[in-house]
């Protein structure tokens, strides 16, 4: 049986498909129309799911959408009619772009994917949310935490998943949401207010200002406590809604008393930079008195975010009585806040749908349909996060003949590590292109940049020359996984799975920051810990540098350029590999280099 998810219509469209249970292709839209949060309908995505699997849409059993389309315009229709005159914008944006499309989302997919009405279903967001973290996760029961901006009207859900898991499983697994926090009252909205205020765009800079933070001290907790309140016995959460506009106008998120309390925002253009970040520039007082200020906030706001989600999610463990703990929802791509929730809470392992905002909801829809509706056991988990698009070496190969590109090809796969090794050892910055692209938003080593993570000068060269982008940003260390406990300060790293997905950040310990320092931000890195069997190329390539250098990381982010989706087809790996200063792009079995 065949089960399509899709995700649509807000940020960062998706599809995902299953067979019996099990995942079989995912993708966002982003990847193949190239527009970076694509909320239109993701009919690329979707195609090449069904490709992927060698079926046609009249093999579909069901197509389920992430969310239930009237209850989220009931909220919006509500919230406007409360706050008329003052949201009439709001009012009319909403009306243009929900009686225009929205409403008919039933039509969209059945027309959009080529199936008949009647295999259209809807799957409430936070239970897509919930679906996709517990019925993907390793763990058979699990406390499960969805935190996000708002789905119809839900901005948090608290809940248990119980099930048998394996070959042997016969009883059909369940989920309750016992506990939910309803809009206007949203810690996502919250934290990206402050997103807006810092200079940086809703939905899409909120990992910026967790970059940002730790250059800064949360001075501020005293005027977060005006904006908002947390009952610290349950972790519920109240905002005063005089300091915030998103709900009554559609182009700002905070108010002008927020303003006056905390001083006019950041220009977006500005250059970000401290005494801790280019203490070279101490000359330039005012800038850099005015960017602390700006950094201490930021602190501030993930302070109280993370703060907030331990009281929650300590709440949640006292009422479930459970070990494990699941998440999803965009909150959940809060690195720092979930490291603290696995050491402050009592909970003793916790696993993150490695898709965890929207997009990840077409594959809870999916997975909800299969397990909920139709009753089916669970008999598959999640160990990676490789189900987009492949290229063959021969797919590779025609595009560099097609381009008339000179390019080295390689039979032996040690010999291809050991060229790639050299020149990450020679500081040479590689494009690294193989296999299926990613599911969710990092870049695990099949579309990634990789470089020499010792030297402090790579984290600028990497992005002000091939990122374009603030230097303030942090890069990942990827490391061999059952090596992670000599080089970071957490327990049972080696057998724990959030570090897999770089979904956890950690500190490095004190002796081993002086050796990478391109991944050390601020005493700290968003590890990515790999396994031979996941990923035997990848982990042949950092195995080896470590071999050469004594260093068993290396650095990893994204590939692509600053505003860019991350690349899906060689010819995207090669004009970012050609746009930037990228040395080396390795193509599957094939290198290609810069002139000389």
């Given amino acids: 049986m065949y089960i399509l998810g899709i995700s649509a219509f807000y940020h960062d469209s998706a599809a995902a498909l299953i067979q019996d249970g099990e995942l079989v292709a995912a993708a966002m839209e982003e990847r193949f129309s190239r527009k970076k949060h694509d909320s239109d309908f993701p009919k690329l995505a979707a195609r090449f799911c069904l490709e992927q699997a060698g079926i046609h849409p009249r093999d579909l059993d069901y197509v389920v959408f992430y969310e239930k389309p009237l209850l989220k315009f009931e909220r919006i229709l509500q919230t406007s009619l409360n706050a008329f005159p003052r949201s009439l914008g709001l009012w009319r944006e909403s009306m243009l772009t929900w009686l225009g499309d929205k ?73 309750e949401l016992f506990a939910e926090q309803r809009f206007p009252h949203s810690l996502g909205l919250l934290y990206s207010t402050f997103t807006a205020w810092l200079g940086f765009r809703v939905n899409n800079g909120e990992y910026k200002v967790m970059g940002m933070s730790p250059y800064g001290e949360p001075r501020y907790m005293e005027k977060l406590a005006k904006l908002a309140a947390v009952d610290p016995a349950s972790g519920a959460f109240q905002l005063n809604m005089d300091y915030f506009d998103f709900h009554r106008s559609p182009k700002r998120s905070y108010s002008r008393k927020f303003l006056e309390l905390f001083g006019e925002a950041r220009d977006a253009e500005a250059d970000f930079f401290t005494a801790r970040t280019n203490p070279e520039r101490r000359s330039e007082r005012e800038a850099m008195e005015a960017n602390q200020y700006y950094a201490d906030v930021a602190a501030s706001i993930q302070r109280f975010t993370e703060d907030s989600l331990i009281q929650t999610a300590t709440y949640l463990q006292k009422e479930t009585g459970l070990s494990k703990l699941v998440m999803a929802g965009g909150v959940a791509l809060n690195t720092k806040a979930n490291w603290r929730i696995l050491n402050e809470t009592p909970f003793d392992e916790l696993w993150i749908q490695p898709a965890a905002g929207d997009d990840g909801g077409a594959l809870g829809a999916a997975l909800w349909a299969w397990h909920v509706l139709l009753g089916k056991p669970r008999k598959w988990k999640q160990t990676h996060a490789y189900y987009g698009r492949s290229y063959s070496d021969g797919e590779c190969r025609a595009f560099l003949d097609a381009a008339q590109l000179p390019y080295e090809s390689f039979t032996d796969e040690s010999k291809l590590t050991e060229r790639i090794v050299d020149a990450l050892t020679n500081q040479q910055v590689i494009g690294f292109h193989q296999g299926r692209f990613e599911w969710g938003p990092r870049a695990l080593g099949n579309r990634s940049i990789l470089a020499d993570p010792r030297g402090a000068d790579m984290k600028e060269i990497v992005n002000t020359k091939i990122k374009f982008r603030e230097p303030f940003r942090p890069f990942a260390p990827v490391i061999l996984r059952e090596r992670a406990h000599e080089y970071f300060d957490y327990p049972q790293v080696a057998q724990h799975d959030a570090p ?7 500190p490095i310990k004190a002796d081993k920051r002086d050796e990478i320092h391109a991944v050390n931000h601020e005493g700290t890195g968003r590890l990515q810990s790999i396994d031979q069997a996941t990923n035997p190329r990848y982990y042949a390539i950092v195995k080896a540098f470590g071999e050469a250098t004594g260093v068993p990381i290396v650095l990893n982010t994204s590939f692509n350029l600053r505003g860019e989706p991350i690349v899906n087809s060689p010819r995207e790996a090669y004009n970012t590999f050609r746009n930037s200063d990228i040395d080396m ?5 094939h290198i290609v280099r810069k002139p000389v």
């Fill in 103 to 175: 409403l008919w989302v039933r039509s969209h997919i059945a027309r959009g994917v080529g199936v008949p009405y009647s295999k259209v279903i809807f799957c409430d967001h936070h239970m897509s949310h919930a679906a996709s973290a517990f019925f993907a996760c390793p763990f058979k029961d699990a406390a499960i935490l969805t935190v996000d901006g708002v789905g119809e009207w839900t901005s948090t859900t608290l809940g248990a998943g119980k099930s048998s898991l394996g070959e042997d499983a016969a009883t059909p697994p369940s989920i």
């Fill in 500 to 506: 897999r997905y770089m979904l956890m950040v950690a």
């Fill in 585 to 589: 792009l390795v193509l599957g079995s």
